[in-house]
């Protein structure tokens, strides 16, 4: 009984939460696509593109630090997915 209990839920949910990752990283992937080329267009000589071109540096950096944390996410949850599946094989 423990077994269905435990199982069932947790190893369904932790999968579809591992697939939601997946595809919040493959974004994030893309946006940081973006925002590594953003500060390459901004060659201007102005006070307001510097400026730009700063913020821009600032955002792909966040960005990219971001689809590295959804990854890590995904990753760990697989790892608690497949240690649930483990666990319950034990019971």
Not at 43 to 68: K, P, Q
Not at 71 to 76: M, N, Q, S, V
């Amino acid at each position: 009984m423990l077994r269905d209990t435990f199982c069932g839920p947790v190893d369904s949910d932790l999968a579809a939460a591992a697939a939601h990752l997946a595809h919040a990283s493959a974004h994030l992937d893309e946006l940081a696509f973006v925002a590594r080329a953003l500060p390459a267009t901004t060659d201007w000589d102005s006070g307001a593109a510097r400026e730009f071109h700063t913020r821009a540096v600032e955002w792909m950096g966040r960005v990219t630090s971001l689809r590295c944390l959804a990854e890590t996410a995904r990753i760990d949850t697989e790892r608690a997915r497949d240690a649930s599946r483990w666990w319950a094989d034990c019971v």
